[in-house]
C-alpha cells in the first residue's frame, strides 16, 4: 500500500513540469491533495480535489499556473505545473484521505490523511 509521486526535476523559470501520484494496493478515494515544503519553512498545502464532482481548491500562490486532476482508471492525481517560478522550489508530497471533517466543501484537515506519498523534488532555476 503506497502512494508513489513522480514527475520532479530541474526546470527553469517559465518552465513546465507535470507531478504524477499513482496510488498503489488501494483505491484513490475522492479526496486527494499536493502539498510542498521548502527548505526551512513549513509545508503549505498547494492544491485539492475533493469530492465525486471534483471540485478544486488552490493555494492563492499557484492560481491560473497549476491545474490538479486524477484519473479514476489509473488510479492517480496529477499537478500540472506552468508558468513556474524559482519560489515553486520544495519538495511536493501528494497524500489522499477517506473522508474529509469538511465535506466536499474544502480541502481535508490535515489530520485526516491517510496516506502520503514519498515527496518528489520540484527546482526552479531562474
Known amino acids: 500500500v503506497q502512494l508513489q509521486a513522480s514527475g520532479g526535476g530541474l526546470v527553469q523559470d517559465g518552465g513546465s513540469l507535470r507531478l504524477s501520484c499513482a496510488a498503489s494496493g488501494f483505491t484513490l478515494a475522492d479526496y486527494a491533495s499536493w502539498f510542498r515544503q521548502a527548505p526551512g519553512k513549513e509545508r503549505e498545502g498547494v492544491s485539492c480535489?475533493?469530492?465525486?464532482?471534483?471540485?478544486?481548491v488552490y493555494a492563492d500562490s499557484v492560481k491560473g499556473r497549476f491545474t490538479i486532476s486524477r484519473d479514476y482508471a489509473k488510479n492517480a492525481v496529477y499537478l500540472q505545473m506552468n508558468s513556474l517560478k524559482p519560489e515553486d522550489t520544495a519538495v511536493y508530497y501528494c497524500?489522499?484521505?477517506?473522508?474529509?471533517?469538511?465535506?466536499?466543501?474544502?480541502?481535508?484537515?490535515?489530520?485526516?490523511?491517510?496516506?502520503w506519498g514519498q515527496g518528489t523534488q520540484v527546482t526552479v532555476s531562474s
Open positions: 480535489i475533493v469530492g465525486s464532482d471534483g471540485k478544486t
Open positions: 497524500a489522499t484521505a477517506q473522508g474529509s471533517r469538511y465535506g466536499s466543501s474544502w480541502c481535508p484537515h490535515l489530520d485526516d490523511y491517510d496516506y
